[in-house]
């Protein structure tokens, strides 16, 4: 019983303060009209501030879902954007072959061979030399599965390596084990880009032949060559390179995407990523 008024003793008191001070506001407003106008305007006041905090918060979700809008309908230009130059290039190759006589099907053709699914960071770890990740709010039950690429319009974000019912777990390309099949835009010229581990937006890109000429400026995006990105995306631009062991060009690139302000990404969805990922597996056990 004396733990029961030990615990309600600082209740009471402070329910006997707030009667008290109502009490004398009321008493305040009564006792004069210069009075009454003056607590009367300082709650008039109070109120106008609490409802346009109200409207502020309101407003601040409204923005959040109408961001989310938009970023689901620029990821469907962007999957648009990567098909179409796709058909395109795909046309003009396949009539050099045929003497200028090519007609595919291009319904077929601009369907691409992925699915782009718009997603929101919920949460980041992002610092040089560490073991960087993000998570997104889109999951298995948005179709989101393990070794899928997530991408924005300037650049590769990381790989889905886990993932729940509602969220996924990405591993950031900002990380030693991660590489990209990238690619000279204006020489065809390919070779992997892996981070450097130091500046968040710097990479280097290897394996490029000594013979490719490399200037500065030129632009670095993603070939195509894995099941995991789609091809043509931008990734950076060279800033110098220098030939290692009188061989292969070591090219550094400036990344187009910052890491550390990325807000929506997309996930890119291979239809015939494990078919291929099939296939692979079986070319690299002839090999033994």
Not at 37 to 50: E, H, K, P, T
Not at 165 to 188: D, G, I, T, W
Not at 263 to 287: F, G, T
Request: glycine content about 8%; charged content about 20%; aromatic content about 8%.
């Amino acid at each position: 019983m004396r733990r029961r008024f030990t615990i309600l003793g600082p209740l009471v008191k402070f329910a006997i303060f707030i009667v008290m001070e109502v009490a004398c506001l009321v008493m305040v407003t009564n006792s004069g009209i210069i009075q009454g106008y003056a607590v009367m305007g300082a709650l008039r006041n109070l109120q106008a501030s609490i409802s346009e905090k109200t409207i502020a918060v309101k407003e601040y979700f409204g923005l959040r879902e109408i961001n989310d809008n938009l970023w689901e309908e620029n990821v469907k230009l962007f999957g648009n954007l990567l098909q179409l130059r796709r058909f395109i290039n795909d046309s003009i190759a396949n009539a050099l072959l045929e003497g200028m006589e090519y007609a595919g099907n291009g319904q077929n053709a601009l369907k691409g061979d992925f699915e782009y699914l718009p997603a929101r960071v919920v949460k980041r770890s992002i610092g040089v030399g560490r073991h960087n990740y993000f998570i997104i709010n889109k999951g298995r039950e948005d179709g989101v599965e393990e070794n899928m690429g997530v991408v924005t319009p300037f650049g590769v974000v990381g790989i889905v390596r886990a993932a729940s019912a509602s969220n996924s777990y990405v591993l950031s390309f900002l990380n030693p084990k991660q590489q990209v099949s990238a690619m000279l835009l204006s020489k065809e010229a390919f070779g992997p880009l892996r981070w450097m581990g130091e500046d968040l937006t710097k990479a280097m890109l290897s394996d490029i032949p000594q013979h490719i000429e490399v200037n500065v400026g030129d632009t670095v995006c993603t070939s195509g060559l894995s099941s995991i990105y789609p091809a043509g995306i931008p990734l950076g631009r060279v800033t110098g390179s220098r030939v290692l062991n009188g061989i292969h060009n070591s090219i550094e690139v400036e990344l187009f995407q910052s890491a550390d302000n990325v807000q929506y990404v997309i996930v890119a969805k291979n239809y015939w990523r494990k078919e291929l990922d099939s296939l692979s597996r079986i070319a690299e056990e002839e090999k033994k």
